[in-house]
Structure formats: C-alpha cells, structure tokens
C-alpha cells in the first residue's frame, strides 16, 4: 500500500511539472521562430502575420506567469506557427507587390511608381 501511494505521489509531481515545461518549451519555440522571421526579414512582406504572433507570444507569456499553462501553450504554438508561415508567405508577398507596382525608394505610402517614360500607363 505504501509503494502504491508513493507512486502515485511520484506521477503526480511528474505531471504536474508537464504544464510548466510544455508551455516553456512552446514559448521558446514561438519566440525563436519570430526571431528568425525579423532575421531574415520576412516580418516586413507578412507584417499582420508577425503582428498577431507578437500579440499570441505576449497572451502565452502572461498567461504562464499566472499558471494558465495550457492555454499558454496554445497561444505560444499558434505565435510559432504564424511566424513559421512568414516562410512561405514572404516571397508570394513580395512578388505581389512586385507585380503590382514598385514603390518609391523611401515612400511608405506603397503607391506605384510612374513609368520612367513619362507615360501615365493609361488606354489612349
């Protein structure tokens, strides 16, 4: 009977420990993959996507700081898996905006640059 209880006692700190270090584990995960998508620079052609993975990871860290470890991991694994999609995302987003029109060295307004012929690109 006592083996029994000390086993159980024993699974018990095990599983609890589980928690803290899934949540941990995915946070790190999310955070290494948002570093790298801002290395690489894959943030600026998929902004909404770092963006909403930046507000996950800040959701997973504060809710591992209140012991709310699951919901932590979920948030932690959705930051990973949106700034995992900045891979693929990125070079579509660039052609894109390639395909539609280059902006202006230094213009954030992202508006098409005329021809450098001077026509206005319009039916005549």
Known sequence: MRMVVLGLGLAAFFCAGCGPIQASSA??????SLRE?????WDK???YEITAADGYLTAARDLAGRAE????REFADKAAQLASS???????NARLRESRGKAAPGDP????VPPADGRSGGTR
């Open 27 to 32: 946070i790190t995960r999310a955070d290494d």
């Open 37 to 41: 998508a801002r290395t690489r620079g």
């Open 45 to 47: 052609e998929c902004p």
């Open 69 to 72: 470890f699951d919901v932590a």
């Open 86 to 92: 900045t891979r693929d995302l990125a070079p579509r």
């Open 109 to 112: 307004s992202g508006k098409a």
